[in-house]
Nanobody
Framework: QVQLVESGGGLVQPGGSLRLSCAAS????????MGWYRQAPGKQRELVAA???????NYADSVKGRFTISRDNAKNTAHLQMSSLKPEDTAVYFC??????????????????WGQGTQVTVSS
């Protein structure tokens, strides 16, 4: 069974920084893209940043220049370094990953997994 566990959320003042971490565990063959999404109260979940297994990144316009996504393929982890935080960054942040598992001999399946979410609150 595959799990994604996020950590690192909390309360921070405007202009501050936080680093979120996501750790994937279980019977993992490989991980394709990993990403961070967020959902604010009353709003739809939105993509914040994503990174491929080769390190190609993609960011929402609202966080470009402030957030940095990274990953450690050997440790099956991803991180989101958030700087210059604004009140509008307040949301529950979710880790997402496209993970390949072995289902039988020489047979693999890729599925999308989500973490449970971690709250980020930016407020003075």
């Amino acid at each position: 069974q595959v799990q994604l566990v996020e950590s690192g959320g909390g309360l921070v003042q405007p202009g501050g920084s936080l680093r979120l971490s996501c750790a994937a565990s279980g019977s993992i063959f490989s991980i394709n893209a990993m990403g961070w999404y967020r959902q604010a109260p009353g709003k739809q979940r939105e993509l914040v940043a994503a990174i491929t297994s080769g390190g190609i990144t993609n960011y929402a316009d609202s966080v470009k220049g402030r957030f940095t996504i990274s990953r450690d393929n050997a440790k099956n982890t991803a991180h989101l370094q958030m700087s210059s935080l604004k009140p509008e960054d307040t949301a529950v942040y979710f880790c997402n990953a496209d993970i390949v598992v072995g289902v039988a001999a020489l047979t693999f399946r890729a599925s999308e997994y989500w973490g449970q979410g971690t709250q980020v609150t930016v407020s003075s």
